[in-house]
């Protein structure tokens, strides 16, 4: 960080550029009025974004985008939520951060007087997508109910930023939200401590954080499961202590025979898959955990009766809750597991809605596509 940019002040310009989701899969850039930060708020300048699967879902087909009600179409809303930058402006009362910090964001701000935001779970604010007329709730969650980060600036509260430590490069930053995920469906919401045991079954790019998360946090073992050899290797770099390709072994017997009939702790269900939590409550031992973090694209038949009997807890999630962002920024700024290896692409400002088929098609390996909103 130079010390011309650190405490330093920014030129904001009035307008900028942000991309604008038309109609379904149709992005289009335009020029917007330069957000302003109110109390408790900041600007932040974006200096580099990921795409995420929950984009391709909002600018496809809407949910869990929600603005103004309904769906996210023609209304001028820009997408994207896994950024980081820089904060050039502070919103009165702000001493949190300073003019020039380097900032990871985390998506969801919930409206603070919900039943449970007033309880924490911040990310399952009762009144999500209510930030507009006379159904102002103060609810923010840019990218999803309000703009995000396909611009040069937006706009967040103080309790959505955490600083990046200097040694993380701006592309591996915005994976400090994904790992986040992880992180709260592991510590906070699954209770995993050290020596327990995990199978994450699907390699994309929240499985494979999990992997590393996971392991930082000391589960063992650590298995990962999956289709593509290629993810499976970046699973082993990343801390899978077992790797098992469904194409060639059943994945339930597989774990078996890793756990020596146990089965395993935990199970994060990162594929989809419609057998996946079927195939959990196979992989798991009694009185163990299943997070469902992939969405299976149609209801799907479970066997009730086995999770009963096995007494077995499943448990969706939403986001990243309980400051995780700020656990997993930790873990980056040790260096606890090499986040980069799964950055594959990376492209200019100008060039977003290929970077967006790169990462909905997977073309050429694609995993984390990182868009660069500045010629460096
Ligand atoms: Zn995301
Ligand atoms: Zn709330």
Redesign the pocket.
Known sequence: MSAAVQGGSFVIPETMRAWVLDDPGDLRLTEKLVPQPGPAEVLVRIDAIAF????IRIITRGPPALIEGGLPFNKNFTPG??YMGRVVKLGPGVDEFAIGDRVAVE?HFGCGRCERCRAGMYTSCLNYGMNYGAHNKGHRANGFTTDGGFADYAVNNVNTLVHVPDNVGDEEATLI??AG?AMYALDTLGGLIAGQSLCITGPGAIGLMGVAVGKALGAQPVILTGTRDSRLNLGRQLGADHVVNINSENPVEAVKRITGGKGVHYVMECSGNPNGLNDGMDMVMRGGRICMIGFANQPVSVDVAKLVRNHIAVFGIRGEGRSATHRASALFAQRRFDAKLIHTHTFKMDDVPTAFKYSRDRIDGAIKVVVKMRDA
């Open positions: 995420c699967d929950g984009d939520h896994e998506v939200v994904t995920t």
